[in-house]
């Protein structure tokens, strides 16, 4: 028992070790807010009163500040701009808006543009849209009355009307942005971008009921690219927040097999140029770095002619991809994408070769420009590689070029800009540009350009040999690393790089790091620094690059000093991509350097619960289950209920349930994959397994079951000996206050009928408002109940009524069998009760005089059903029996929680079935019962 409890300790504390790293493990609000130069007003717009009858919660907003919402709401919106629909996500507000309209009103005031954008935010009264499915249709039906009422407000525009929306939707305000597309009479013209912030797009955060899982299955169908009948006119752009946002991890904001895949983008903040940051789930629309980036987008998906946004969809995503992937430094309109022309070299200027490999420049200003160019010898290209790193602010700075043989120099130099990358932090302007051997064997030279400027300027090319520099890191495994870490617990892996006469650049390649269950820290220290005197600061980079979903982690520190950066993923490597992920080392040349790779196991358990942590409700409810299964075995086989603790202990092991659940997914999986197979599983009506949502998603492992098991199974048997010890406490406090009041046999008449009317009120409630005061209910009368027999039971032992026929400790074993079994059904209505909470929260939130009822109430049937049966056992008494349905339901009991591993891994909503059918067994079991004599003496 002790080595038990110490494992279970053990368990118990990596996981909230893992809970701890979750909650706290990432980066500072590195966010600037957005400030407002104005007071932002919201003007309400008057919509047509068939759609406020129908949709009485909702709302339409206009936003605006000072005089140009003065001006607008004096010319009763008739509006010359270009329309934009801010859409809120769950319990958002539709005043989340001012940051994106802010922002887009002062740049256009301070570019003089001749345009703007005219915000618009619908107020969806703050509803749970991310965990209540049912309120999605509605919002999604009112979001298209929305647009058909913003594109009226333009009818006095005599040209360049806008005939399109642009829509902005934060969390499921981005999935209902999506839904307008199964909607029948949706006309797909009147929207061409959509863009999306921290919207979980792939699957629910939690499957919780039905309604939102069949919701999430009609749009990502309408938009998959298996059909052929997803939106081609449309162009989306997804956001996620990076390791902050603890709610949608970028792997479920991705837009992978969404829409067509030339006309959508995915970035995480992490990643946007100029942003780096890193945003939790509501700053992800006011944190400035991320405005500024998506506002200047919108500016330049605006087509200059009609002062709309571009019918070409090719522009926008240009303009999206260019701000949130591939900032080059200047402005979008003249970056060197736009204009690929040869640069003409100067004649007067000075132009110098060398035939260095490395080159370190710098400067407190330069009192005439220059070109700088290194010849590229065509033996040794091709296994070589070129790096240039700048802060010259100039948008041509780096190129390269072929001379005529002989000539001392080229004529013109073909820019490299749209290979450059901007660097951390944005103050230090600091580029990068890499080529590969392949583009250096088409050159002779490499030219530098550095201009004339009064600022500070730093350039340094390195052309170096691959094969010194691009290091292949072979990343061990979950179970080889806790081999080789038994003894070792802090066990790393170290590599030393070579002195400053190497360079400053190292690519080192992640070779395993492709599932989310894997978390490493990478540290660079530095072994020796020489003592430098520079007026350009510099700082050293980590640039952790994810290929498959364009994500990149950075990490800076200063000479001298150690760099850290944490090696995890938030997506899956999907199954046929075949790059790994990196490791970028931009290092100061002043220094020498090793570079060391080990387990963190915080990082690993907090991946675990960042990952699969809401996946656990099932496990808890299975926990139950097998707990009762033990307790209906032992009283068909002994006519004893044994505790809720004890039953646990002995029957709910893991090794009871996973193994078995594990053999039966294999075997349905083979089945399924036979034609015939899958024909006979389609027919008799059996779903899916979840494990396959988990490998759609690359995040399937095989010991995701088993720790989930076993974390919900350590954390259940502290809680259910807490909740003992409770009821214990509450019957000793019982027995004392009828000791005093001499409670009789009118107190036991009293709770035989209080139990029956509450039950009987449960049910109607259930039925008429709301499903989960059913199970508030259940849970209520069971706890009294586990609390009067226990007891009753106490007061027989102690021998207050003791009689020498011995019926007084048959009727003692009686009462504790009824407690011991209404104990465990508290636990299960409790679970149940969680799971259904929502829908109650919802009813209390929207109940009004004239609608009691909550409307596709998804916690009606088992509401109801909690009720019907306990009102079938009540009326049983204490008196529990056995017969062919009672012998078996243990059996039912077990192989429902095997198949809760398999169905309800995800689709949490389906517990509710196994509950509301293992209770109506039950009630047929009990009604249907004959006495058992119990046997004496046995311990409970």
């Given at each position: 028992?002790?080595?038990?409890?110490?494992?279970?300790?053990?368990?118990?504390?990596?996981?909230?070790?893992?809970?701890?790293?979750?909650?706290?493990?990432?980066?500072?609000?590195?966010?600037?807010?957005?400030?407002?130069?104005?007071?932002?007003?919201?003007?309400?717009?008057?919509?047509?009163?068939?759609?406020?009858?129908?949709?009485?919660?909702y709302?339409?907003?206009?936003?605006?500040?000072?005089?140009?919402?003065?001006?607008?709401?004096?010319?009763?919106?008739?509006?010359?701009?270009?329309?934009?629909?801010?859409?809120?996500?769950?319990?958002?507000?539709?005043?989340?808006?001012?940051?994106?309209?802010?922002?887009?009103?002062?740049?256009?005031?301070?570019?003089?543009?001749?345009?703007?954008?005219?915000?618009?935010?619908?107020?969806?009264?703050?509803?749970?849209?991310?965990?209540?499915?049912?309120?999605?249709?509605?919002?999604?039906?009112?979001?298209?009355?929305?647009?058909?009422?913003?594109?009226?407000?333009?009818?006095?525009?005599?040209?360049?009307?806008?005939?399109?929306?642009?829509?902005?939707?934060?969390?499921?305000?981005?999935?209902?942005?999506?839904?307008?597309?199964?909607?029948?009479?949706?006309?797909?013209?009147?929207?061409?971008?959509?863009?999306?912030?921290?919207?979980?797009?792939?699957?629910?955060?939690?499957?919780?009921?039905?309604?939102?899982?069949?919701?999430?299955s009609?749009?990502?169908?309408?938009?998959?690219?298996?059909?052929?009948?997803?939106?081609?006119?449309?162009?989306?752009?997804?956001?996620?927040?990076?390791?902050?946002?603890?709610?949608?991890?970028?792997?479920?904001?991705?837009?992978?097999?969404?829409?067509?895949?030339?006309?959508?983008?995915?970035?995480?903040?992490?990643?946007?140029?100029?942003?780096?940051?890193?945003?939790?789930?509501?700053?992800?629309?006011?944190?400035?770095?991320?405005v500024?980036?998506?506002?200047?987008?919108?500016f330049?998906?605006?087509?200059?002619?009609?002062?709309?946004?571009?019918?070409?969809?090719?522009?926008?995503?240009?303009?999206?991809?260019?701000?949130?992937?591939?900032?080059?430094?200047?402005?979008?309109?003249?970056?060197?994408?736009?204009?690929?022309q040869?640069?003409?070299?100067?004649?007067?200027?000075?132009?110098?070769?060398?035939?260095?490999?490395?080159?370190?420049?710098?400067?407190?200003?330069?009192?005439?420009?220059?070109?700088?160019?290194?010849?590229?010898?065509?033996?040794?290209?091709?296994?070589?590689?070129?790096?240039?790193?700048?802060?010259v602010?100039?948008?041509?700075?780096?190129?390269?070029?072929?001379?005529?043989?002989?000539?001392?120099?080229?004529?013109?130099?073909r820019?490299?800009?749209?290979?450059?990358?901007?660097?951390?932090?944005?103050?230090?302007?600091?580029?990068?540009?890499?080529?590969?051997?392949?583009q250096?064997?088409?050159?002779?030279?490499?030219?530098?350009?550095?201009?004339?400027?009064?600022?500070?300027?730093?350039?340094?090319?390195?052309?170096?040999?691959?094969?010194?520099?691009?290091?292949?890191?072979?990343?061990?495994?979950?179970?080889?690393?806790?081999?080789?870490?038994?003894?070792?617990?802090?066990?790393?892996?170290?590599?030393?790089?070579?002195?400053?006469?190497?360079?400053?650049?190292?690519?080192?390649?992640?070779?395993?790091?492709?599932?989310?269950?894997?978390a490493?820290?990478?540290?660079?220290?530095?072994?020796?620094?020489?003592?430098?005197?520079?007026?350009?600061?510099?700082?050293?980079?980590?640039?952790?690059h994810?290929?498959?979903?364009?994500?990149?982690?950075?990490?800076?520190?200063?000479?001298?000093?150690k760099?850290?950066?944490?090696?995890?993923?938030?997506?899956?490597?999907?199954?046929?991509?075949?790059?790994?992920?990196?490791?970028?080392?931009?290092?100061d040349?002043?220094?020498?350097?090793?570079?060391?790779?080990?387990?963190?196991?915080?990082?690993?358990?907090?991946?675990?619960?960042?990952?699969?942590?809401?996946?656990?409700?099932?496990?808890?409810?299975?926990?139950?289950?097998?707990?009762?299964?033990?307790?209906?075995?032992?009283?068909?086989?002994?006519?004893?209920?044994?505790?809720f603790?004890?039953?646990?202990?002995?029957?709910?092991?893991?090794?009871?349930?996973?193994?078995?659940?594990?053999?039966?997914?294999?075997?349905?999986?083979?089945?399924?994959?036979?034609?015939?197979?899958?024909?006979?599983?389609?027919?008799?009506?059996?779903?899916?397994d979840?494990?396959?949502?988990?490998?759609?998603?690359?995040?399937?492992?095989?010991?995701?079951?088993?720790?989930?098991?076993?974390?919900?199974?350590?954390?259940?048997?502290?809680?259910?000996?807490?909740?003992?010890?409770?009821?214990?406490?509450?019957?000793?406090?019982?027995?004392?206050?009828?000791?005093?009041?001499?409670?009789?046999?009118?107190?036991?008449?009293?709770?035989?009928?209080?139990?029956?009317?509450?039950?009987?009120?449960?049910?109607?409630?259930?039925?008429?408002?709301?499903?989960?005061?059913?199970l508030?209910?259940?849970?209520?009368?069971?706890?009294?109940?586990?609390?009067v027999?226990?007891?009753?039971?106490?007061?027989?032992?102690?021998?207050?009524?003791?009689?020498?026929?011995?019926?007084?400790?048959?009727e003692?074993?009686?009462?504790?069998?009824?407690?011991?079994?209404?104990?465990?059904?508290?636990?299960?209505?409790?679970?149940?009760?969680?799971?259904?909470?929502?829908?109650?929260?919802?009813?209390?939130?929207?109940?009004?005089?004239?609608?009691?009822?909550?409307?596709?109430?998804?916690?009606?049937?088992?509401?109801?059903?909690?009720?019907?049966?306990s009102?079938?056992?009540?009326?049983?008494?204490?008196?529990?029996?056995?017969?062919?349905?009672?012998?078996?339901?243990?059996?039912?009991?077990?192989?429902?929680?095997?198949?809760?591993?398999?169905?309800?891994?995800?689709?949490?909503?389906?517990?509710?079935?196994?509950?509301?059918?293992?209770?109506?067994?039950?009630?047929?079991?009990?009604?249907?019962?004959?006495?058992?004599?119990?046997?004496?003496?046995?311990?409970?």
């Open positions: 028992m002790i080595v038990k409890a110490a494992v279970l300790c053990l368990f118990l504390g990596l996981f909230s070790f893992g809970l701890y790293d979750v909650l706290t493990n990432f980066e500072t609000n590195n966010c600037e807010m957005t400030y407002m130069f104005e007071t932002p007003e919201y003007l309400k717009i008057k919509l047509n009163q068939n759609v406020t009858s129908q949709f009485p919660r709302n339409l907003y206009f936003y605006g500040e000072g005089q140009y919402a003065s001006s607008a709401q004096k010319s009763k919106f008739q509006l010359h701009g270009i329309p934009v629909l801010f859409i809120p996500g769950n319990a958002g507000s539709y005043r989340q808006v001012r940051s994106l309209g802010s922002v887009a009103l002062r740049m256009a005031s301070s570019l003089n543009s001749k345009f703007q954008f005219n915000f618009f935010s619908i107020d969806l009264n703050e509803e749970l849209s991310g965990i209540y499915g049912p309120v999605l249709m509605d919002q999604s039906k009112f979001t298209y009355e929305c647009i058909k009422q913003i594109l009226n407000l333009y009818s006095s525009m005599s040209k360049n009307k806008p005939n399109s929306v642009f829509l902005v939707g934060h969390s499921m305000g981005g999935l209902i942005a999506r839904a307008l597309y199964t909607l029948p009479d949706f006309d797909r013209t009147v929207v061409n971008t959509i863009l999306t912030q921290a919207t979980p797009h792939q699957m629910p955060l939690i499957a919780i009921d039905p309604v939102i899982v069949d919701f999430y009609k749009v990502n169908g309408q938009w998959s690219d298996e059909l052929r009948g997803f939106p081609r006119n449309v162009f989306i752009v997804s956001t996620g927040g990076g390791y902050r946002d603890i709610l949608v991890r970028n792997g479920l904001a991705s837009l992978c097999k969404i829409g067509d895949p030339s006309l959508r983008l995915f970035a995480s903040t992490m990643s946007i140029p100029k942003a780096w940051v890193s945003t939790d789930h509501l700053a992800h629309v006011w944190c400035k770095q991320v500024m980036a998506t506002v200047r987008a919108m330049d998906c605006v087509d200059r002619s009609t002062h709309q946004i571009s019918e070409d969809r090719a522009v926008c995503r240009m303009a999206f991809l260019y701000h949130y992937q591939i900032n080059l430094g200047p402005k979008f309109i003249d970056s060197p994408a736009s204009n690929s040869p640069l003409l070299v100067k004649e007067d200027t000075e132009w110098s070769t060398a035939k260095t490999n490395l080159w370190d420049y710098e400067a407190k200003q330069v009192a005439a420009e220059f070109y700088h160019s290194f010849e590229i010898d065509k033996n040794v290209s091709t296994d070589h590689a070129l790096l240039a790193i700048s802060n602010e100039d948008k041509s700075w780096f190129g390269g070029c072929l001379a005529p043989p002989g000539a001392k120099k080229c004529k013109n130099i820019t490299f800009d749209d290979n450059a990358d901007l660097l951390p932090p944005a103050k230090l302007k600091f580029k990068a540009i890499h080529l590969d051997g392949q250096l064997s088409d050159l002779t030279h490499s030219v530098v350009h550095v201009p004339k400027t009064k600022q500070p300027v730093k350039v340094l090319v390195d052309i170096y040999k691959v094969a010194d520099r691009h290091i292949i890191f072979q990343m061990p495994h979950l179970l080889r690393f806790l081999k080789n870490s038994v003894m070792a617990f802090d066990s790393e892996v170290t590599i030393p790089l070579r002195s400053s006469e190497s360079g400053i650049f190292y690519n080192l390649t992640m070779e395993g790091l492709d599932s989310p269950f894997q490493y820290i990478f540290e660079v220290v530095p072994t020796e620094c020489s003592k430098v005197n520079s007026d350009v600061q510099f700082l050293s980079l980590m640039k952790f994810i290929p498959w979903s364009h994500e990149h982690t950075y990490s800076t520190f200063q000479l001298g000093q760099g850290r950066l944490s090696l995890k993923l938030q997506s899956g490597k999907p199954l046929n991509f075949s790059e790994d992920v990196q490791l970028h080392l931009y290092l040349r002043a220094c020498a350097y090793k570079v060391s790779v080990r387990l963190s196991w915080s990082e690993l358990f907090g991946q675990f619960l960042r990952f699969y942590g809401l996946y656990v409700p099932s496990f808890f409810v299975i926990q139950v289950l097998m707990s009762l299964s033990w307790q209906l075995k032992k009283l068909s086989s002994e006519g004893i209920v044994p505790r603790s004890a039953s646990h202990s002995v029957w709910a092991l893991p090794y009871r349930v996973v193994p078995l659940a594990m053999m039966l997914r294999m075997l349905l999986s083979l089945i399924r994959n036979t034609e015939d197979g899958s024909r006979i599983l389609k027919a008799v009506g059996l779903p899916t979840d494990t396959v949502t988990l490998k759609d998603q690359d995040i399937w492992h095989p010991l995701i079951p088993l720790l989930l098991y076993v974390m919900a199974f350590s954390f259940m048997t502290f809680y259910s000996r807490a909740i003992e010890a409770i009821i214990d406490a509450l019957s000793a406090f019982y027995a004392f206050a009828c000791r005093r009041i001499c409670c009789g046999q009118w107190t036991n008449a009293v709770f035989h009928w209080v139990q029956y009317l509450l039950l009987i009120s449960g049910a109607a409630a259930a039925y008429w408002l709301c499903g989960t005061m059913g508030i209910v259940c849970l209520l009368t069971h706890i009294i109940k586990a609390v027999y226990r007891t009753k039971a106490g007061i027989l032992e102690n021998g207050a009524a003791v009689e020498k026929d011995g019926r007084a400790d048959k003692r074993m009686l009462h504790l069998n009824a407690s011991n079994l209404c104990f465990s059904l508290s636990l299960l209505f409790a679970l149940t009760l969680v799971l259904n909470s929502i829908p109650f929260i919802v009813w209390c939130k929207t109940i009004t005089s004239e609608n009691l009822s909550l409307h596709l109430d998804p916690s009606r049937n088992i509401g109801v059903i909690a009720c019907i049966s009102l079938i056992l009540v009326s049983r008494g204490h008196s529990l029996g056995i017969n062919i349905l009672m012998s078996n339901l243990s059996i039912v009991a077990y192989a429902s929680s095997v198949l809760m591993v398999i169905y309800c891994l995800v689709s949490v909503y389906r517990i509710s079935y196994f509950v509301s059918a293992f209770l109506i067994l039950l009630a047929l079991s009990t009604r249907n019962s004959t006495g058992l004599k119990p046997q004496k003496d046995k311990v409970m």
